[in-house]
């Protein structure tokens, strides 16, 4: 396979090193295309689904690897495929339905089938009618499947990937990484409580930003700052992989309340209170070790989120240079008490597009998207705690951030 050619452009990212970034990187058509290119289509293993959404043969999920939609599919034999959704024909993308169960696949508008590997099964009139028309005689079907992609299936989660030398998933995630995935996905059955959707106007890398960014939650989000969720005070550790594009933020709750970390944060509320408690209504976890949270970012396309006793999967798809899908899956696991259902789900109310956390975020990426579409040339400053990117153990840093863009600047040769 031949290698991408670099970014020839007027734009170039001036700085050395990931703590200025241009504004350009969240608005530029061509930037976005390369990502696709790069990233996206390039070896990197993306998140598509769940084994818990696809328990029998014929199962199906519709996903996405940035804009290209797949197909989660059991096969028969109990594996699992991921196929382009996208016809060896003339290339109507076959299925529109989000899930569902099928023998088969049938693209509707000239009704070309596959099996569940992405094998073409039939041609209609492949050899014409009455001796008329058809498919030229070297015509071979085993040549005109779908697009098969690699997949790797660890303890119940699905990745797929379009490159054919992407490494071993394990070797993508690095050992440090690995550890804080098994964590939450150590081989339990997983259980699927319910799904958020939302579109955010903003560049895809901004919500990668905003999740390896442990310095904003301590004074954007009232919840955290208030209760002790995630704030400045708190026992952290940051910590990346080997080539510092993937990153786990760490960290232990305290009891909240007016302190060093709230002095002059205008989201602490002293006298704020609930009026349902059970929002708080956290019991601990023996497969916490310690932490009550963890947020991991995979790049370039999944968030794992596991906060006090809410566990969700936060799925980023980009839509443009300007926007990205964000589709949430709420989990819990085969063995919860219906107890413990009930508080995954209460504690879910914190997460997703309305809720009482993470509605900020949103509003915040859209705010940013426009104040650096104002000016392509300048420059976001990313200097907290220094310019270096390393592992950290505080939430006054931003050297996730740092490590991430170190990595782009490798992969995206600007």
Same mark, same amino acid.
């Not at 043969?57 to 959704?85: L, Q």
């Not at 901004?206 to 904003?216: F, P, R, S, T, V």
């Not at 819990?332 to 413990?340: H, R, V, Y």
């Given at each position: 396979?031949?290698?991408?050619?670099?970014?020839?452009?007027?734009?170039?990212?001036?700085?050395?090193?990931?703590?200025?970034?241009?504004?350009?990187?969240?608005?530029?058509?061509?930037?976005?295309?390369?990502?696709?290119?790069?990233?996206?289509?390039?070896?990197?293993?993306?998140?598509?689904?769940?084994?818990?959404?696809?328990?029998?043969?014929?199962?199906?999920?519709?996903?996405?690897?940035?804009?290209?939609?797949?197909?989660?599919?059991?096969?028969?034999?109990?594996?699992?495929?991921?196929?382009?959704?996208?016809?060896?024909?003339?290339?109507?993308?076959?299925?529109?339905?989000?899930?569902?169960?099928?023998?088969?696949?049938?693209?509707?508008?000239?009704?070309?089938?596959?099996?569940?590997?992405?094998?073409?099964?039939?041609?209609?009139?492949?050899?014409?009618?009455?001796?008329?028309?058809?498919?030229?005689?070297?015509?071979?079907?085993?040549?005109?499947?779908?697009?098969?992609?690699?997949?790797?299936?660890?303890?119940?989660?699905?990745?797929?990937?379009?490159?054919?030398?992407?490494?071993?998933?394990?070797?993508?995630?690095?050992?440090?990484?690995?550890?804080?995935?098994?964590?939450?996905?150590?081989?339990?059955?997983?259980?699927?409580?319910?799904?958020?959707?939302?579109?955010?106007?903003?560049?895809?890398?901004?919500?990668?930003?905003?999740?390896?960014?442990?310095?904003?939650?301590?004074?954007?989000?009232?919840?955290?700052?208030?209760?002790?969720?995630?704030?400045?005070?708190?026992?952290?550790?940051?910590?990346?992989?080997?080539?510092?594009?993937?990153?786990?933020? $760490?960290? /232990?709750?305290?009891?909240?309340?007016? !302190?060093?970390?709230?002095? @002059? %944060? +205008?989201?602490?509320? #002293?006298?704020?209170?609930?009026?349902?408690?059970?929002?708080?209504?956290?019991?601990?976890?023996?497969?916490?070790?310690?932490?009550?949270?963890?947020?991991?970012?995979?790049?370039?396309?999944?968030?794992?989120?596991?906060?006090?006793?809410?566990?969700?999967?936060?799925?980023?798809?980009?839509?443009?240079?300007?926007?990205?899908?964000?589709?949430?899956?709420?989990?819990?696991?085969?063995?919860?008490?219906?107890?413990?259902?009930?508080?995954?789900?209460?504690?879910?109310?914190?997460?997703?597009?309305?809720?009482? $956390?993470? /509605?900020?975020?949103?509003?915040?990426? !859209?705010?940013?998207?426009? @104040? %650096? +579409?104002?000016?392509? #040339?300048?420059?976001?400053?990313?200097?907290?705690?220094?310019?270096?990117?390393?592992?950290?153990?505080?939430?006054?840093?931003?050297?996730?951030?740092?490590?991430?863009?170190?990595?782009?600047?490798?992969?995206?040769?600007?």
């Amino acid at each position: 396979m031949n290698s991408p050619q670099p970014i020839s452009f007027v734009r170039r990212w001036h700085q050395t090193g990931s703590s200025r970034m241009p504004f350009w990187l969240y608005t530029d058509p061509e930037i976005y295309r390369r990502e696709q290119e790069r990233i996206f289509n390039g070896p990197h293993w993306s998140y598509v689904a769940l084994t818990s959404e696809i328990p029998r043969a014929g199962d199906y999920k519709r996903s996405w690897i940035g804009e290209r939609s797949v197909i989660v599919v059991r096969d028969e034999d109990g594996s699992v495929n991921v196929v382009e959704n996208r016809c060896a024909h003339r290339g109507a993308q076959f299925c529109q339905a989000h899930t569902g169960n099928r023998k088969d696949f049938v693209c509707p508008y000239h009704q070309w089938s596959y099996d569940l590997k992405g094998n073409l099964l039939g041609v209609p009139f492949m050899r014409g009618i009455k001796g008329k028309g058809g498919m030229p005689s070297d015509f071979k079907r085993e040549s005109h499947g779908l697009t098969k992609l690699q997949v790797a299936v660890r303890n119940g989660v699905i990745f797929a990937s379009f490159h054919p030398e992407v490494p071993s998933f394990e070797e993508f995630l690095g050992t440090t990484m690995l550890k804080y995935f098994d964590r939450v996905f150590d081989g339990r059955e997983l259980k699927v409580l319910g799904y958020n959707r939302q579109r955010v106007p903003g560049n895809w890398k901004l919500i990668h930003e905003n999740l390896k960014d442990c310095y904003h939650p301590g004074l954007l989000h009232t919840w955290f700052v208030n209760y002790g969720l995630w704030r400045a005070d708190n026992e952290s550790a940051n910590v990346m992989d080997d080539q510092h594009r993937h990153s786990a933020m $760490v960290t /232990v709750r305290n009891e909240g309340g007016k !302190g060093e970390a709230t002095s @002059g %944060v +205008s989201s602490y509320r #002293e006298n704020m209170t609930l009026n349902d408690g059970r929002f708080l209504d956290v019991e601990t976890e023996g497969w916490w070790n310690g932490p009550t949270a963890v947020i991991q970012s995979i790049f370039p396309s999944v968030i794992m989120q596991q906060q006090i006793n809410s566990v969700a999967v936060r799925q980023v798809i980009p839509r443009g240079p300007r926007s990205f899908d964000y589709i949430w899956t709420h989990l819990g696991f085969a063995d919860d008490s219906p107890e413990m259902t009930q508080r995954r789900l209460r504690q879910a109310n914190l997460f997703g597009p309305a809720g009482f $956390v993470s /509605v900020d975020d949103s509003e915040i990426i !859209g705010l940013v998207e426009e @104040g %650096v +579409s104002q000016n392509a #040339e300048a420059e976001s400053l990313c200097e907290l705690g220094g310019r270096e990117v390393a592992d950290t153990d505080t939430h006054i840093s931003e050297t996730l951030i740092r490590g991430m863009y170190e990595y782009y600047r490798k992969v995206m040769e600007i």
